[in-house]
């Protein structure tokens, strides 16, 4: 597997492209002027306690208030973690017993502001880094990665990292760990480089809670190009290539004294073509917007983002196949599974995701296609989960939503159809304007009235419906002229009283 990290940097954005054997598998963009929250620690303020919904609001100085639920509150929390680094909560006492509005506290963003909602807060404080994850105020213990599934491994993870700790921490201080996938093939030299730089981080955050004015920020995280050394560089990736002199310098310092081993790869791109055209990474971006999506073999997918879900339907298009209809149904779904796991990347959808497969009448093919899925879904970072093939022939799937799909980051609702992704027909808007006008008239008395519309339902007003017109204005008593408005989308009318 050869991997190339593309890093593209402007005044205004910061733009990532994971490239895998030349095909563009992830995109990630950070804007100067928007950037995610997650992992940001606050000294927040309670502006609001609901006893109903076990759940506050917290001022972090955001454009909304943030959400934080009696079970994210870790005083809340009694019972030990488990190896996936999450606490098992337990039955403790009501939010309104542990939080008063006005109070001040030490909170920490863990889902950034989706659509409508604030973002989601915890006051149990976790602090990436390389190969660790550090969590201060519990109780000692050491998690690890659910994904590094060897015991044989994980047991020796455990123990180089406990040759590592702190003595007080051995003997139960507080200071819990999780070591994360990347930590299978570090050093002790490299893990005791990560265990200090936690450390530091949390030192620097409790001076600073100390003196810290209400709503001021303790802990940034690192902006993307530094996260793609933190959480993207593995030891498939070849090259990390970005174009930006001044952030290429910065990159490499942070390699050389955080992570030594990707220095070495960091390359700044000087030509005078664009970086990402020259990978055609521009191109991608705007397929990667689109709804449908075209399989190389003639058939196609088409994708629907909505509030609650996200639809995926796949269809055989122009492919013919070349053996027999339900061969070339299993070719076409297996070809979707791929290319389905790696758009749910690139879009960065989350939630809950139905995909509709082509119906395979034998058993061995579905199980096959399902493989195939959850094989292609395995290189994902994201944390998600999969149902077999529900009654109706779908396939239920659920992928954790931490940030807003590309979709919401580079789009807004259409201005002319409100995001239904359709428009009255000019037919429709007429027959629109004929009932508005037989109400004006009953209301108001006037010498005229005037339509102002768009250009396409005045022509069907002198052509098509003129007759129309004319019986109503015969039937009202007024005459009715007509003015086209060119600013106007053809939904828009109004009638004006003269």
């Not at 190896?83 to 889902?111: D, R």
């Not at 070809?335 to 790696?342: F, H, L």
């Not at 290189?379 to 590309?406: A, C, H, P, W, Y």
């Not at 006037?446 to 069907?460: G, H, P």
Request: hydrophobic letters at 40%.
């Amino acid at each position: 597997m050869s991997e190339e990290i593309l890093i593209n940097v402007t005044p205004q954005e910061t733009r990532v492209a994971v490239i895998e054997n030349g095909v563009m598998q992830e995109l990630h963009v950070e804007r100067t002027a928007a950037r995610g929250l997650v992992g940001n620690v606050y000294m927040g303020k309670v502006v609001r306690v609901l006893p109903g919904m076990q759940s506050a609001f917290v001022d972090i100085a955001g454009d909304r208030a943030a959400f934080l639920h009696v079970a994210d509150i870790w005083g809340h929390r009694h019972s030990a973690p488990n190896n996936s680094g999450g606490a098992a909560g337990s039955n403790g006492p009501p939010i309104e017993q542990l939080l008063q509005e006005g109070q001040h506290l030490m909170v920490q963003v863990v889902k950034d502001p989706l659509g409508t909602k604030g973002a989601r807060l915890s006051t149990q404080i976790s602090i990436a880094g390389r190969f660790l994850v550090y969590l201060p105020q519990d109780e000692a213990y050491i998690g690890i990665s659910q994904r590094i599934e060897d015991e044989e491994d994980r047991a020796q993870l455990r123990e180089k990292l406990q040759r590592l700790l702190p003595c007080g921490e051995k003997k139960g201080e507080k200071g819990g760990y999780i070591i994360r996938t990347m930590a299978e093939m570090a050093s002790e030299a490299e893990l005791a480089f990560d265990l200090a730089y936690l450390r530091k981080i949390w030192a620097s955050i409790q001076e600073r809670a100390q003196t810290a004015a209400p709503l001021a920020i303790l802990y940034q995280d690192l902006n993307l190009s530094l996260r793609v050394l933190r959480d993207f560089v593995g030891e498939g990736t070849a090259a990390i290539v970005i174009d930006a002199p001044e952030v290429h310098r910065a990159m490499k310092q942070f390699a050389r004294d955080y992570t030594p081993a990707s220095a070495e790869r960091i390359n700044c791109y000087q030509g005078e073509r664009p970086l990402f055209d020259l990978y055609g990474v521009e191109t991608e971006i705007e397929k990667a917007l689109a709804r449908r999506v075209n399989l190389k073999s003639g058939g196609y997918l088409i994708i629907d983002q909505t509030e609650a879900l996200t639809t995926v339907d796949v269809n055989t298009g122009g492919f013919v196949g070349v053996r027999s209809f339900d061969d070339t149904i299993f070719k076409t779904n297996l070809e979707a599974a791929q290319v389905i796991a790696r758009q749910l990347r690139l879009r960065n959808l989350g939630g809950i995701i139905i995909i509709d497969f082509i119906d395979m009448d034998t058993e061995e093919h579905r199980n096959a296609v399902l493989n195939e899925f959850r094989k292609a879904l395995a290189r994902d970072r994201t944390r998600m989960t999969i149902n077999g093939f529900t009654q109706l022939g779908l396939v239920e799937m659920t992928r954790k939503r931490t940030r807003e799909s590309l979709a919401h980051v580079l789009c807004e609702p259409c201005p002319v159809c409100a995001g239904r992704g359709e428009l009255k027909t000019a037919k429709t808007v007429c027959y629109q304007i004929l009932r508005e006008l037989t109400r004006e008239a009953r209301q108001f008395e006037a010498k005229e009235f005037r339509i102002l519309a768009s250009q396409q339902v005045i022509d069907l007003f002198l052509d098509e419906e003129s007759q129309g017109l004319a019986i109503l204005s015969d039937d009202i008593g007024k005459p009715v002229s007509l003015q086209v408005e060119s600013l106007y989308n053809q939904e828009q009318f109004d009638i004006v009283l003269m």
